[in-house]
């Protein structure tokens, strides 16, 4: 079993439709989670991060943590054409530099 | 802030040839940069880890003398292919952790915008 589960997708949905990316983890040490997004040939960008469990919300983006579920989110609101690309969940343990990351969810976002 | 910048974005060159792939944290002290290589529709896959002046740390698998890193200082590493094979041909990233007196979030790495290999 490994320690990001993430479904590859694709997930298509309609301009304007509200997107839901999930991860699960199995590592309770997990503290710190980010998600990613990366367009085709191009490096990661980070959207969101969160310190442990909680919702936290930056314009049409919101990332929420539960871990007592191990169980992370990444909701689009208004999606847009341009937010097709391929999403990354990433985490790590405190006082630990690797990130583990998830498969990756390729979103598609038709006009 | 947060920017790193890698360079070259692609680049071609012939089998037995070396590589060099630099890595630039703009804005920031990296104490930490980490390399990946990643795979058409895969995930990041981290070959090595180095700290600003001691050697780098690589994972499993990976031999450290083909891909050679560097981190010289707080804002630059780099990694050198070394008599590339077309079986190097991949998308390489490096990414930049700061250090934990700077205000930047701990635990955060920031990504290159990538190099894409490409070994004849």
């Known amino acids: 079993q490994k320690e990001v589960e993430q479904d590859p997708g694709p997930l298509s949905v309609p301009e304007g439709a509200i997107v839901s990316l999930n991860c699960t983890y199995s590592n309770s040490a997990f503290q710190y989670f980010m998600w990613y997004r990366q367009y085709s040939r191009k490096g990661p960008e980070l959207l969101m991060y969160?310190?442990?469990?909680g919702n936290k919300e930056d314009g049409r983006f919101t990332a929420q943590v539960d871990k007592s579920s191990k169980y992370i989110s990444l909701f689009i609101r208004d999606s847009q054409p341009s937010d097709s690309a391929t999403y990354l969940c990433a985490m790590s343990a405190a006082g630990f530099q690797k990130l583990v990351f998830g498969t990756g969810t390729r979103l598609l976002v038709s006009p | 802030g947060a920017v790193v910048s890698q360079h070259p974005s692609w680049v071609i060159c012939k089998s037995g040839t070396s590589v060099k792939i630099e890595c630039r944290s703009l804005?920031?002290?990296?104490?930490?940069m980490f390399w990946y290589r990643q795979f058409p529709k895969q995930s990041l896959m981290l070959m090595a880890t180095?700290?600003?002046?001691?050697?780098?740390?690589?994972e499993q698998g990976v031999e450290k003398d083909k891909f050679l890193i560097n981190h010289a200082s707080l804002t630059l590493s780099t990694l050198t292919v070394t008599s590339a094979h077309p079986e190097d041909s991949s998308f390489y990233i490096c990414?930049?952790?700061?250090?934990?007196?700077?205000?930047?979030?701990?635990?955060?790495?920031?990504f290159g915008a990538g190099t894409r290999l490409s070994v004849l």
């Open positions: 969160t310190y442990s469990s």
């Open positions: 804005d920031f002290q990296a104490t930490t």
């Open positions: 990414s930049a952790r700061a250090g934990t007196d700077q205000t930047l979030a701990k635990n955060i790495q920031y």
């Open positions: 180095s700290n600003e002046g001691s050697k780098a740390t690589y």
